[in-house]
């Protein structure tokens, strides 16, 4: 069993910055990666951003230059810091854990969310 905890959303005016954190706890041996999701009113839950356990990392193209993840082993927290944010990046993010089967990773965990609102 895997448990994550999202914090650090809130309301912040377009252009401003935000960090999201993500804590793991439990059985974490077993994941292999982490990522980031979204979810706004109406539409589909989207991926963010991800980052393997060697450090890799991807990002979607409506969020890449503005959004950075980064992990922190010691204290196993995965962190979003997103910047130049706009109303469109409105929404429910959710952290999740995912394991590696060869090359395909595959979520076996989600966290809360936490909601994250971008003022015009």
């Known amino acids: 069993q895997v448990q994550l905890v999202e914090s650090g959303g809130g309301l912040v005016q377009a252009g401003g910055s935000l960090r999201l954190s993500c804590a793991a706890s439990?059985?974490?041996?077993?994941?292999?990666?982490m990522g980031w999701y979204r979810q706004a009113p109406g539409k589909q839950r989207e991926l963010v951003a991800h980052?393997?356990?060697?450090?890799?990392?991807s990002y979607a193209d409506s969020v890449k230059g503005r959004f950075t993840v980064s992990r922190d082993n010691a204290k196993n927290t995965v962190d979003l810091q997103m910047g130049s944010l706009k109303p469109e990046d409105t929404a429910v993010y959710y952290c999740n854990a995912e394991r590696l089967s060869g090359t395909y990773y595959y979520t076996v965990y989600w966290g809360q969310g936490t909601q994250v609102t971008v003022s015009s």
């Open positions: 980052i393997t356990s060697g450090g890799s990392t």
């Open positions: 439990g059985s974490i041996f077993s994941i292999n990666a």
